[in-house]
């Protein structure tokens, strides 16, 4: 019986994660320059404001990936709070106040400092909760703020991009109250474990977004993102999102990054192997005299020679198997096999 072809489409569509549209987006798709006055992304109500001096659209792209080798979905540039003075700049969301959702956004501090560097979610004029680098220590270590108490995470470190992950849940806390937990450098595929941190308080929605820097201090953002699974806020590619050849474990033990395509410095070194002392497969090929190469693994070679026997050419049955193991020394072993001395 013939199955018409639909049906595997539709059966792979099924098995294809589905994910919501998100309902706040904010890449920072933007030329390098002032923050304000800047509207891209979707689910706000207005533009970028400031109050103080403008953080700054810089031509950095943050970017991250997990312990599985998958790498989250980014584009456009990053903000960075670098300034003369203290930046601060604020943004409306349009279906505020928002609970019941996940929050995401790449967060870097660059260097050591003693000023406040922060992401606050405020619900009108008040800052219900926050994720900074708080003023009262010169470490890196991530906060969470609940508008009252700085919970220290104990975890931070200058230069290393840390993708940050919140959920707040209304009345999820044990007494009823709203519940907010903290994840730092999730799995894209969904948290395992507990969080890192959770605060709760009578009400946690928020409706308000303000990103500053103390004095001009500078913590860089990128990908901020709001969601009502997590799923939504995390969209990852696995195996080789670059495109250059190499996977991403491939890229990770070679000491690259696998959001930036390496495939230039690929193509260099396959067009002049002879700078690097390298053979293609070409090269090895044509050295061997019309005999067959191999190369030895780990310093052993199984060697399997199989026989076969024809009355007229076409058809070949088994004649003979032959077998050996044969044992080398340590390093780079090639072996080669030439027929000599057949009898026709």
């Not at 595997?8 to 589905?18: E, G, K, N, Y």
């Not at 193991?325 to 026709?344: C, H, Q, T, V, Y």
Request: proline share 5%.
């Amino acid at each position: 019986m013939m199955i018409p072809k639909i049906i595997p489409v539709l059966l792979a569509a099924l098995t294809m994660p589905c994910f919501a549209e998100l309902l706040v987006d904010e890449p920072f798709d933007y030329a390098q320059g002032n923050l304000t006055g800047e509207d891209g992304g979707s689910g706000w109500s207005g533009a970028w404001t400031q109050d103080g001096e403008s953080c700054v659209i810089v031509p950095v792209q943050l970017s991250y990936f997990d312990s599985n080798f998958n790498v989250l979905s980014v584009s456009g540039l990053s903000l960075a709070t670098t300034g003369s003075a203290t930046t601060k700049n604020y943004r409306d969301f349009a279906n505020g106040p928002l609970v019941n959702v996940w929050i995401s956004f790449l967060f870097r501090l660059p260097a050591s400092n003693n000023l406040y560097e922060g992401i606050n979610f405020y619900r009108g004029s008040s800052s219900i909760f926050a994720i900074s680098n708080p003023s009262i220590t010169t470490s890196a270590n991530i906060a969470l703020n609940n508008g009252s108490t700085i919970i220290d995470s104990g975890v931070g470190e200058f230069g290393k991009t840390y993708f940050i992950v919140l959920h707040l849940i209304a009345n999820g806390a044990p007494d009823g109250t709203d519940l907010l937990e903290l994840y730092l450098d999730p799995l894209l595929t969904g948290p395992v474990g507990d969080p890192v941190l959770t605060t709760s308080a009578a009400d946690l929605s928020f409706d308000r977004i303000r990103i500053a820097g103390q004095n001009g201090a500078t913590l860089e953002v990128d990908e901020l993102r709001i969601g009502e699974t997590f799923a939504d806020i995390a969209p990852f590619t696995s195996e080789d999102p670059d495109g250059d050849g190499l996977t991403n474990m491939q890229e990770l033990e070679l000491g690259l990054n696998p959001a930036v395509s390496d495939a230039a410095l690929i193509a260099a070194v396959q067009e002049h192997p002879d700078y690097f002392g390298l053979f293609t497969r070409t090269g090895i090929l044509s050295s061997v005299d019309h005999g067959v190469v191999i190369e030895a693994q780990e310093g052993t070679a199984e060697l399997v020679f199989e026989i076969q026997q024809s009355d007229d050419l076409l058809w070949w049955q088994h004649y003979e198997t032959i077998h050996r193991r044969m044992e080398l020394e340590p390093g780079k072993n090639f072996l080669r096999f030439i027929l000599s001395g057949a009898s026709l």
